[in-house]
């Protein structure tokens, strides 16, 4: 009888430190997945794609994110406590700070995902959040886009369409301060060709000066946690040098990176999808040396 109500006890004990978590769809629907309250980002990603019937083989380019202030969604790390982060937020957050969203910058890939159902809907419904909050600059298209959204007919149609834009397939961070310039900030943008640096100033007004580094020309990428920055070296014209952005999001920039090689990676082992920039995959991480800051006013296009 005591072994039997020990067992009770610690059944019950178990049960106490499982929760409901509410989870946010790119289509303003919410999933509730029970998972326990020290469960990690991988594990309750993979609670929801059960859930909603993603295929095993597509949970790959989904993730979990946090919905920070001004909108902007920040990857939790696969060790971070999604629970922690919703009750951290839970006066600030609408129905749930927490996200379920696509985590992938191959659009072959997305393609061939798309030929799932639940897979293609969730992309979807993410490009049109994505073009309706801004994330993406639909330029011309927006009154076609939105003709397309008027029917459940035309999601294929409003996919192509927008897989066609510059900024799908590509994440870019809130304005903040970089060594490149001696006044004002940059906005950086992160994709399968490029780092981007867009000039902007201290209120995120844009500006006219875009520095972009493809992958072949960048030799080592990093989160520097002492000087909270996200540092790359680049090498042009025989010369390196080492760039420092400084943002909150420092540490999701770099994971940003090597998801992206690592991506170019699968590209490399498919003949069949095509290649660009495959040098890129052979960066390594490093500890940063002497970093000769940069400048958009001095170098001008030396950059």
């Given at each position: 009888?005591?072994?039997?109500?020990?067992?009770?006890?610690?059944?019950?004990?178990?049960?106490d430190?499982d929760?409901?978590?509410p989870?946010?769809?790119?289509?303003?629907?919410?999933v509730?997945?029970?998972?326990?309250?020290?469960?990690p980002?991988?594990?309750?990603?993979?609670?929801?794609?059960?859930?909603?019937g993603?295929?095993?083989e597509?949970?790959q380019?989904?993730?979990?994110?946090?919905?920070?202030s001004?909108g902007?969604?920040?990857?939790l790390?696969?060790?971070?406590?999604?629970?922690?982060?919703?009750?951290?937020?839970?006066?600030?957050?609408?129905?749930?700070?927490?996200?379920?969203?696509?985590?992938i910058?191959?659009?072959t890939?997305?393609?061939?995902?798309?030929?799932?159902?639940?897979?293609?809907?969730?992309?979807?419904?993410?490009?049109?959040?994505?073009?309706?909050t801004?994330?993406?600059?639909?330029?011309?298209h927006?009154?076609?886009?939105?003709?397309?959204?008027?029917?459940?007919n035309?999601?294929?149609?409003?996919?192509d369409?927008?897989?066609?834009?510059?900024?799908?397939?590509?994440v870019s961070?809130?304005?903040?301060a970089?060594?490149?310039?001696?006044?004002?900030?940059?906005?950086?943008?992160?994709?399968?060709?490029?780092?981007?640096?867009?000039?902007?100033?201290t209120?995120?007004?844009?500006?006219?000066?875009?520095?972009?580094?493809p992958?072949?020309?960048?030799?080592?990428?990093?989160?520097?946690?002492e000087?909270?920055?996200?540092?790359f070296?680049?090498?042009?014209?025989?010369?390196?040098?080492?760039?420092?952005?400084?943002?909150?999001?420092?540490?999701?920039?770099?994971?940003?990176?090597?998801?992206?090689?690592?991506?170019?990676?699968?590209?490399?082992?498919?003949?069949?999808?095509?290649?660009?920039?495959?040098?890129?995959?052979?960066?390594?991480a490093?500890?940063?040396?002497?970093?000769?800051?940069?400048?958009?006013?001095?170098?001008?296009?030396?950059l």
């Open positions: 009888p005591l072994f039997r109500s020990g067992g009770a006890a610690k059944k019950k004990e178990a049960l430190l929760v409901e978590l989870v946010l769809m790119a289509d303003k629907s919410t509730s997945v029970r998972v326990q309250r020290d469960s980002a991988n594990t309750v990603a993979k609670a929801v794609a059960d859930k909603i993603l295929s095993k597509n949970c380019y989904f993730s979990l994110f946090e919905i920070c001004h902007f969604e920040r990857k790390r696969p060790g971070e406590f999604p629970h922690r982060v919703y009750i951290k937020n839970y006066s600030s957050a609408g129905k749930s700070c927490i996200a379920f969203r696509k985590w910058f191959t659009l890939h997305e393609v061939i995902a798309s030929e799932n159902k639940t897979a293609a809907n969730l992309f979807y419904w993410q490009a049109v959040e994505d073009v309706s801004g994330k993406i600059d639909p330029g011309d927006l009154k076609q886009l939105k003709v397309y959204q008027k029917s459940s035309t999601k294929a149609e409003y996919l369409l927008a897989r066609t834009l510059p900024d799908y397939c590509s961070f809130p304005h903040c970089c060594d490149a310039r001696k006044q004002g900030h940059v906005i950086v943008s992160v994709s399968l060709n490029h780092i981007k640096l867009q000039a902007c100033t209120e995120g007004i844009l500006e006219e000066q875009v520095h972009t580094f992958w072949e020309m960048i030799k080592t990428c990093e989160a520097d946690l000087e909270t920055a996200f540092c070296q680049y090498e042009k014209k025989s010369k390196e040098r080492w760039v420092r952005v400084f943002s909150d999001y420092y540490e999701y920039m770099n994971e940003c990176v090597g998801r992206v090689l690592e991506e170019i990676k699968w590209k490399e082992k498919d003949a069949t999808l095509p290649v660009s920039s495959s040098s890129s995959s052979k960066s390594k490093s500890k940063p040396s002497k970093r000769k800051p940069i400048k958009y006013e001095d170098d001008g296009e030396d």
